[in-house]
């Protein structure tokens, strides 16, 4: 999901630079929701990568005679594809594998120069083809009946709403349930928000430990959405909270205020939140980075990089980006 949302820069940038090219775009289905109102794209290829062979999907990329195949995912799956359409103009990004990885080693970590963004390895594709990429904001467009899509949810009017995607695909990179409670606990008292959890029908177990330890209202739509409705209920949101997760890129998309918490992964491998008004939180650890995408669980066993991270100093945060960005909206 993150991964999509960042290519948004380069698909601008494209288009900028060619207005008149027809740009499509090859993802799986269920991220299609993700580009489907971006007006810079006019065909969206959707396929299952259970039922969809790989053969037959180069083919009819190779049918459509493209001038052009940008690769910014540089999978097996891309590769196929480049290979099957031999006689089209390629261009790559590079992924830094082995910087990435190296990254993640103790030794080499203070040695090698930190990855900004993943955007900033999209933009080697367009080097490679002499162009200049023009942004590196991220874009997300909602359909005109968004407005509806809030209330279809039962939730309550948006005087403050703090939304919180609690959960992530890997232990590592999940914040604990206690310390969200807290914090919940915390940002209650202060202003009375809305809190609404959202994530898919794996999340629930998380939200439902949440609210063991909390006594306050807490809306928990995990799984009830698509990606537009997800992406339309975090973009009302006053802020936004989360790990290093797809949703938190979807944030950044609508710059929001937002507060993204860094456990096992870390920024320097390029996920940070292209967002001004975003705050990274994050312990310095000669442990962390210790993988690229996160672990099922912490290998030292002790799980500091978010332990050491309390609910106070969160609250802290949220509490000054809260004041601050609501007074500038009053002003």
Do not use: W
Not at 7 to 27: C, F, G, M, N, W
Request: hydrophobic letters at 35%; one cysteine or more.
């Amino acid at each position: 999901m993150g991964d999509i949302v960042l290519t948004t820069p380069v698909i601008h940038s494209l288009k900028q630079e060619y207005p008149r090219a027809k740009i499509d775009y090859l993802t799986k289905s269920e991220y299609a929701d993700i580009i489907a109102h971006n007006p810079d794209i006019n065909t969206i290829i959707k396929f299952n990568s259970e039922k969809d062979p790989i053969i037959k999907l180069s083919r009819l990329i190779k049918s459509l005679n493209y001038d052009v195949i940008i690769d910014l995912h540089k999978n097996l799956r891309s590769l196929i594809i480049k290979t099957i359409n031999f006689n089209t103009k390629k261009y790559s990004y590079n992924k830094k594998h082995l910087k990435r990885f190296l990254l993640t080693k103790k030794s080499f970590r203070k040695r090698i120069k930190p990855i900004n963004s993943t955007v900033d390895l999209y933009k080697t594709a367009f080097d490679k083809m002499g162009l200049q990429l023009k942004t590196r904001k991220l874009y997300f467009y909602l359909p005109k009946e968004a407005i509806y899509i809030y209330r279809r949810f039962n939730l309550p009017e948006p005087t403050m709403n703090i939304v919180i995607a609690p959960s992530a695909a890997h232990y590592t990179k999940q914040y604990p349930a206690d310390y969200y409670a807290e914090l919940i606990d915390k940002l209650h008292d202060e202003f009375k928000p809305n809190f609404i959890m959202v994530g898919d029908k794996n999340d629930k177990k998380t939200v439902e430990e949440i609210k063991r330890i909390t006594d306050k209202k807490i809306y928990d739509i995990c799984g009830e959405t698509n990606i537009t409705e997800l992406a339309t209920i975090i973009s009302v949101s006053d802020l936004f909270i989360s790990g290093d997760t797809g949703p938190m890129h979807i944030a950044a998309a609508f710059n929001i205020p937002q507060i993204a918490i860094f456990g096992s992964t870390h920024p320097m491998l390029g996920f940070a939140p292209l967002n001004d008004k975003a705050q990274v939180v994050q312990k310095d650890l000669s442990c962390r980075p210790c993988s690229l995408h996160g672990r099922k669980k912490c290998p030292l066993k002790h799980f500091n990089c978010l332990r050491e991270i309390g609910p106070t100093q969160i609250f802290s945060i949220a509490n000054n980006m809260i004041k601050k960005y609501r007074s500038n909206d009053e002003e």
